[in-house]
């Protein structure tokens, strides 16, 4: 245990940054990324807190105007990755930051649960407070953009408008809707697949719906109206909108410790009510027995099983009984014992590719998620299933960014995937381990 703490403090060392922020992994990813920084901090929380700190202040710094916090700050001119700041051109926004240059994307919003992490984790109480206190309106500032902005039917879900902003960048969800996209054969220069074996990572075809996407964005200065009306790909996500409730809870937390800011609590409870009771009622789908997605752009729902339809669970958004269900789907199609947990995307569809992205390898923050989630309902066994899983992948194999769920690949060495010495894989590892 002692050699794994060691090994994984010294992946994310390697990967901090001179400005004060941590990449997600060397080569493929070289710029700052919004939900990897969330979990990077809590694996610095646990040793050195002036880390954990810059972390979260050098991501809210890229903050806009109008709350929105990007996906990628370009903190760098690189032009190591594709697409990159020339391509997004974040500044076409009229809120955007002056100061950086991201995507006009977001990621899913962990700040909230990560900063009540932070305070958890430290020895330090009085300091950690000072620090909340001086970051937690923007997280606020946050929530608010995404409830204004991003849930036109007022309905208490958030939308995404692009697979990026989901994390779950390739999953074979969005397959149906780029099937309505008319994409033109875009012509760049990809450096992911310069990297890593292509195999790997998401194809030519694909990426010609991302960027489609942003293109259309992008004629539209990445107004959210225009967004809203006008996207091929517009989703409510329940992974996405499961972050967005457990970190209003934990907001609701954290002001309630810092006091006197009644007006933002009955906001955030607002939200919350609205939010926990539409997961339930639009989300969940009563013969999958799992929380599913829905196509606001299609108006249909996407029914598709995956990583995510557990995550609610972190959230506490399920009744005890839904939770039941919900571990019997998991225990069902994720579940064999030839399986590590958890598959990013339903073993038992044909969908599912063990190797590719996020159509089926196991991924360490979603375990990260699940194994807190299912601790949260008293499901001791399979938590600690999750979280032995977790530990055996990253001892045999390194702190690698995803990894085969199939046994029989892991035990013949060649199941790790994607880029090495991977930070959230690190950080998640030494929190699992404390
Ligand atoms: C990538 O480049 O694949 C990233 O996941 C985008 O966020």
Request: proline share 5%; charged share 25%; net charge negative.
């Amino acid at each position: 245990k002692d050699q794994l703490l060691t090994e994984a403090q010294k992946v994310l060392n390697e990967n901090f940054q001179k400005g004060g922020f941590t990449i997600p992994s060397k080569n493929l990813y070289p710029f700052q990324w919004k939900w990897d920084s969330g979990f990077i901090a809590i694996g610095y929380a646990h040793y050195d807190m002036n880390k954990a700190e810059s972390e979260i202040s050098t991501l809210l710094d890229a903050q806009w105007d109008n709350g929105f916090i990007p996906h990628i700050i370009f903190h760098t001119d690189t032009d190591t990755y594709f697409p990159g700041a020339d391509f997004h051109k974040s500044e076409l926004h009229p809120m955007s930051s002056k100061k950086y240059r991201s995507t006009g994307l977001v990621q899913p919003p962990v700040l909230g649960f990560v900063l009540e992490k932070i305070y958890h984790i430290s020895k330090d109480k009085t300091r950690s407070l000072e620090f909340i206190g001086r970051q937690i309106d923007k997280v606020f500032h946050n929530h608010q953009y995404f409830y204004q902005n991003r849930d036109p039917l007022n309905e208490g879900l958030v939308y995404i408008y692009h697979n990026w902003e989901s994390g779950t960048d390739n999953s074979p969800v969005w397959d149906g809707i780029f099937e309505t996209m008319d994409s033109p054969e875009y012509e760049f220069e990809r450096r992911d697949t310069s990297h890593v074996d292509p195999e790997q990572r998401p194809t030519k075809r694909e990426y010609d719906h991302y960027l489609h996407i942003i293109e259309i964005a992008k004629q539209y200065n990445y107004d959210d109206q225009k967004i809203a009306q006008h996207s091929p790909f517009l989703v409510q996500d329940p992974l996405f909108n499961a972050m967005l409730i457990k970190s209003n809870e934990s907001l609701i937390r954290l002001y309630t410790l810092l006091g006197s800011n009644d007006d933002k609590i009955e906001k955030l409870e607002k939200w919350q009510k609205k939010a926990v009771f539409q997961m339930n009622n639009k989300l969940f789908d009563n013969e999958l027995n799992a929380y599913i997605y829905y196509d606001l752009r299609n108006k249909k729902p996407i029914r598709s099983i995956s990583s995510s339809s557990f995550t609610p669970l972190f959230a506490g958004i399920p009744s005890k009984e839904d939770a039941r269900k919900l571990i019997d789907t998991l225990i069902s199609n994720f579940g064999g014992d030839d399986h590590y947990l958890c598959a990013s995307f339903d073993p038992t569809s044909e969908h599912f590719k063990p190797k590719k992205y996020w159509r089926g390898p196991v991924w360490i923050n979603l375990n990260w998620i699940l194994f807190k989630g299912l601790k949260r309902y008293g499901f001791e066994d399979i938590a600690n299933r999750v979280k032995a899983d977790s530990i055996e992948l990253i001892t045999q194999n390194g702190f690698y960014e995803y990894f085969d769920c199939r046994k029989d690949v892991i035990s013949s060495g060649n199941g790790a995937y994607g880029g090495n010495n991977f930070s959230w894989s690190a950080a998640l590892i030494i929190d699992m381990l404390n």
